[in-house]
């Protein structure tokens, strides 16, 4: 079982950056698929970026890409996503998720959730 733990979050004004964390913690966490997904009261959950075990294969929703880059350090066990620039539309709790195997987009295929961390994006 892997224990994950997102950091990172805050306010921020349009067109800033913001890096987000997600550390994983217990056996083999390092060996997992993670995504990152986002929920607002506005959107239903979305899925916006996911890697693969060793960071060798990267997905994102069509939306961020080119704002948006998520990649791992497997010797600290943590997972980032960052964002650059962000806009007011990325306001929303982002969760990250982990699951063996290869990265989905579908948030039913993970079995392992972190807490969240708030991102607003106001000026």
């Known amino acids: 079982q892997v224990q994950l733990v997102e950091s990172g979050g805050g306010l921020v004004q349009p067109g800033g950056s913001l890096k987000l964390s997600c550390a994983a913690t217990g056996p083999r966490a390092s060996s997992y698929a993670v995504a990152w997904f986002r929920h607002s009261p506005e959107k239903e959950r979305e899925f916006v970026a996911s890697?693969?075990?060793?960071?060798?294969?990267?997905d994102y929703k069509d939306s961020v890409k080119g704002r948006f880059t998520i990649s791992r350090d497997n010797a600290e066990s943590t997972v980032y996503l960052h964002i650059d620039p962000v806009k007011p539309e990325d306001t929303a709790t982002y969760f990250c998720?982990?699951?063996?195997?290869?990265?989905?987009?579908?948030?039913?295929?993970?079995?392992?959730w972190g807490q969240g961390t708030q991102v607003t994006v106001s000026s």
């Open positions: 890697t693969s075990w060793n960071g060798g294969l990267t």
């Open positions: 998720a982990a699951r063996l195997g290869a990265p989905k987009d579908t948030a039913d295929e993970y079995v392992y």
